[in-house]
DNA sequence: AGTTAAATTAGAATTATTCTAAATTAGAAC
DNA sequence: GTTCTAATTTAGAATAATTCTAATTTAACT
């Protein structure tokens, strides 16, 4: 049983995320899910769409990759102020961020070993995000 | 020998910055570093210069806080998009979010272990940032 | 005091994102 | 297949954080 890729097609898994599948949203399921794990932003997909010729509005890119957050389809990494990331892989794992291109890589959760993690005061813990800053070497 | 508070006062923080200490650079230094470590926006810092009967316009406070950053004297911390914190504690340490409140806080980093470290492809490591993202109890 | 480069400023510009209200569409009911 | 209704999409305006610009002020040197 393997976690990547549970769903043969994007009609099945907006059903499963009890997401009506409307044009723009199979067409951007299509997008996001078909090419293996990737780090897009918003402006990235529209662009994307528009090259395909999906007519897709701004307003709807971002609607949808909420949505999809939301259902726990995509999750969002911040490591820019100003610029959000959308990331494909829903697995627990960590990324590099490369400073002088903007870019996001993957690192399986089982590369790195966070131990030792202290209780919050309150609440309960969601989520160790661990970014790995990278700069050209010196 | 002590890491914390590695200045007496404003003016000498700026000279081994090679920053001028200017009026606006002086009074906000002191706003920062003579209450402990915090975490503060940049309309914060602006709100706190106002209540203080410090005319300095919004521009400068984020001219500051950059150079402030570039000198080491501030770090930025990134973890809400479209929002930049800046922490007075430039000691090496890890954040809790509180997703509900905005806040931040501090965690040493002898409190959390990051052990067997990736190397990125290529560069340098930077920095390693870990967030711990805290939710209100179910 | 006079000079000059650096710093500050108000306000405009930019960028990413969200909102609004109108038009379209998916899916259920007939 | 039409009709109906609520959900979705949309263009464009609005917002929020930040950066830019060009003019003014100031720190520090002579």
Redesign the pocket.
Known sequence: MSNHRPFANALELLRAAK???????LALAKLLFEKGDRHI???QLHDEAAAASI??????I???L?QFVGARLLREVVVN????YFDTNIADHHHFFFEESGKLMDIPSDKIEVTNLPQPPHGAIRRVDVVIRVAPKG
């Open positions: 997401l009506r599948p409307t044009r723009q949203r932003t918003a402006e007519p897709v509005s701004l307003a709807t971002y609607n949808t909420h102020p100003g610029r959000s």
